[in-house]
């Protein structure tokens, strides 16, 4: 004889705050949210149609992240990146995954090589479709996979405390000096390293295309320049709109 259930199976629940942290990360990443611009926690929940309390988490989290940042007497602002933040995240970066892919350049499998090679094959085929949203995506994995194959716990957990995906989507979309097909064939020399197991060769690729990166992007702020890549409709970004205040949300969420 089946017993009989008394309860039903637990579903899949995700946290008001999680819905609310996408959201203005989201707005964030995509300019529809500049940086300066307030975060006013009543109009944020009165547009996602939540409370107040998961907005607050959310800003929390962001904090964390360095996309927001507090003001005296003007509250949650929006951050403004520097060249000292760039210029510290990415030296970090450069670090970390120079030992990483040291490590990983000895212990490299035929298994993670097409994995690392799949990802690759993803950015060009998301350079093909102009998404730069996807493009990136594959590129924050690829390094992840990298700091992965080094067999160090230690540094894939602080390599993904920098927040590498929100980063680069920040930054990304400045390399203007480069085509979506030239952001993904600059991984191939990193690749073809790891191909020959030499730690010094892939130290030295991987410590490059970084540093290049970096000074892409600080050029972009010395410059002043607001020549930024605009996400295409194929990626899901939306454009800020002309009012830059007002209508910075996804329709509502209910919670």
């Not at 933040?85 to 090589?113: C, M, N, P, W």
Request: charged content about 25%; overall charge negative.
């Amino acid at each position: 004889m089946t017993a009989q259930n008394i309860v039903q199976p637990v579903r899949p629940y995700r946290p008001l705050s999680e819905e609310a942290y996408e959201a203005l990360r989201d707005a964030i990443l995509n300019s529809r949210l500049a940086p300066g611009d307030r975060i006013v926690e009543a109009e944020i929940a009165r547009q996602m149609e939540i409370s107040r309390a998961p907005i607050r988490e959310a800003i929390r989290k962001l904090e964390r992240d360095g996309l927001v940042e507090y003001q005296p007497r003007r509250g949650t602002v929006v951050a403004q990146l520097s060249g000292d933040d760039v210029r510290d995240v990415y030296s970090l970066r450069a670090h970390l995954e120079a030992y990483a892919i040291r490590l990983a350049a000895e212990r490299v499998t035929a298994q993670d090589l097409a994995a690392l090679e799949s990802l690759l094959e993803r950015m060009n085929d998301c350079a093909m479709k102009d998404d730069l949203r996807g493009l990136i995506a594959a590129d924050v994995e690829f390094h992840g996979r990298i700091c992965q194959t080094s067999g160090s716990k230690r540094v894939f957990r602080l390599w993904d405390s920098l927040n590498p995906h929100s980063w680069t989507l920040l930054t990304g979309s400045w390399a203007t000096e480069y085509t979506l097909a030239q952001i993904a064939e600059r991984h191939r020399p990193i690749l073809d390293a790891l191909y020959a197991h030499d730690p010094d060769r892939a130290e030295s690729e991987i410590r490059r295309h970084i540093v290049e990166l970096a000074e892409t992007v600080l050029s972009h702020l010395d410059s002043g320049s607001d020549g930024a890549r605009k996400p295409s409709s194929s990626s899901g970004a939306s454009p800020r709109s002309p009012a830059g205040r007002g209508h910075y949300l996804p329709g509502g969420h209910h919670g």
